[in-house]
């Protein structure tokens, strides 16, 4: 069964830093991996996705990378903002049919940066 | 713009109750998906279907059922809500005939059940 560990669990960092989030995954059967954030009280947005095939996405100042053999997935956000104050999730999909075919959820990574 | 609805936003109710969950997709996606959201345990799959008349179970589908007869709607029932059933429900929808399958939230919906 797909375990998903996003570590930090929680980061607070100053206004115009670079930084990276790191997701890991126990199995590397995936179909494709997405990341989202999510602001409090409200739904998921879709930030990145990145199929199994491919090594990276970018999207603005947003960078994916998914090393699928070893089971992980980094998002680097460059020069941070307030805005990017949020909660970041990752989900690989499993290359199943069945219920382990779908996206498996970490529990995220709280960011907040300072102004 | 293609959006996907949920309604209604929060809903109070008492144990023992049935409760209908509604969600409305405009982008014609195929697939479509309920999750549930709680502190400590993240985002779990409730249900899923992968077109009209299917419909399979998740990760947590006990006391949840759904039906699928067009595109665009998936309700989701509780059929005896129960507190622990107090959550927020998410639905979600994506587009697998293109070979992404980028997935779309909703807003979601906050249960309390008394």
């Known amino acids: 069964k797909q375990e998903v560990t996003q570590i930090p669990a929680a980061l607070s960092v100053p206004e115009g830093e670079n930084l990276v989030l790191n997701c890991s995954f126990t199995d590397s059967a995936i179909y494709n991996l997405q990341w989202f954030r999510q602001d409090p009280g409200k739904g998921l947005t879709s930030l990145l996705l990145?199929?199994?095939?491919?090594r990276e996405q970018t999207s603005g100042r947003l960078n994916a990378s998914l090393d699928k053999s070893s089971g992980r997935s980094t998002l680097y956000i460059a020069a941070s903002q307030p805005g990017d104050s949020a909660t970041y999730l990752c989900?690989?999909?499993?290359?199943?049919?069945?219920?382990?075919?779908?996206?498996?959820f970490g529990k995220g990574t709280k960011l907040s940066v300072k102004p | 713009d293609a959006e996907i609805t949920q309604s209604p936003r929060h809903k109070i109710t008492e144990t023992g109750r049935q409760v209908t969950l509604a969600c409305h997709q405009t982008w014609n996606h195929n697939n479509m998906f309920w999750y549930r959201q709680d502190l400590g345990h993240g985002l779990r799959l409730i249900h899923y279907?992968?077109?009209?008349?299917?419909?399979n179970k998740g990760e947590v589908s006990d006391g949840y059922s759904v039906s699928r007869s067009n595109t665009e709607d998936l309700p989701l029932t509780l059929e005896s809500a129960a507190s622990s059933q107090t959550s927020v429900y998410f639905c979600?929808?994506?587009?697998?005939?293109?070979?992404?399958?980028?997935?779309?939230f909703g807003p979601g919906t906050r249960l309390l059940v008394l």
């Open positions: 989900a690989p999909k499993g290359n199943y049919g069945g219920s382990q075919g779908n996206l498996i």
């Open positions: 279907s992968y077109g009209v008349h299917d419909t």
């Open positions: 990145i199929q199994s095939s491919q």
């Open positions: 979600a929808s994506s587009e697998s005939r293109t070979g992404v399958e980028t997935q779309y």
